[in-house]
Structure formats: structure tokens, C-alpha cells
Nanobody
Framework: QVQLVESGGGSVQAGGSLRLSCAGSGYRNCMGWFRQAPGKEREGVATIYTVGGTTFYADSAQGRFTISRDNAKNTVYLQMNSLKPEDTAMYYC??????????????????????WGQGTQVTVSS
């Protein structure tokens, strides 16, 4: 069974930074970060094709967040800078196995991913 564990969340003021980590036996060649705010649907934030490191971002994350990976540690990271109150949410990572084309990892569809952990809470105050 796919198992992933997220960590690194916390409370910061607007403009601050956090670095999230995700590791576990569920590491696959396409890893994604997602978030879910209270009362809202879970949404994709960023994905990374771990074979070559190609990254894809939601518009809300572009330019502020950076997804990266350490294949030797089966770990994926999300560096979040210039945080805003609207970034407040539970953040999750998940995995999917895709083909040999990095573009296959572009889709941020929640239903395509598995291995959901318990998440890590990010709270940004104004």
C-alpha cells in the first residue's frame, strides 16, 4: 500500500516562508502537492516528474512555490515563499506512476493520485 507522510507545516505571517517535506514508500515517478482549505475542494498546487525533475505549477503557486525532490531519499519538497492568508490550508502530497514522458505528470487532477497522507497544516496570518 502506498504510504506517504507530510511534514513541515506551521503558522507564519503573510510574506513568510515554509518548506514542506513528503517521504515514504509511496514515492513514484510523478509526485504532487495538493491543498484543501476549510469548506473547499482539494486542489493541486504543483507536480514534479521525479525522473528528470520537470515541474508543473498551478497558477496560484507559480512564482512563489518551488517543488523539488531528492530521489535518494524518496522525498519531495515544497518551498513556499511570499505566503498569503489565502494559502492557509491542509497540504497533502500524493503519487502516481506515469509513462516516460514528463508531460504526463502535468495534470493536477486529484483523482489521478494516491497514497494520501494525513497532511500538514499551513496557517498564514495577515
Amino acid at each position: 500500500q502506498v504510504q506517504l507522510v507530510e511534514s513541515g507545516g506551521g503558522s507564519v505571517q503573510a510574506g513568510g516562508s515554509l518548506r514542506l517535506s513528503c517521504a515514504g514508500s509511496g514515492y513514484r515517478n510523478c509526485m504532487g502537492w495538493f491543498r484543501q482549505a476549510p469548506g473547499k475542494e482539494r486542489e493541486g498546487v504543483a507536480t514534479i516528474y521525479t525522473v528528470g525533475g520537470t515541474t508543473f505549477y498551478a497558477d496560484s503557486a507559480q512564482g512563489r512555490f518551488t517543488i523539488s525532490r531528492d530521489n535518494a531519499k524518496n522525498t519531495v519538497y515544497l518551498q513556499m515563499n511570499s505566503l498569503k492568508p489565502e494559502d492557509t490550508a491542509m497540504y497533502y502530497c500524493a503519487a502516481r506512476a506515469v509513462g516516460w514522458v514528463s508531460a504526463d505528470c502535468r495534470t493536477l487532477g486529484v483523482s489521478l493520485f494516491s497514497g494520501w497522507g494525513q497532511g500538514t497544516q499551513v496557517t498564514v496570518s495577515s
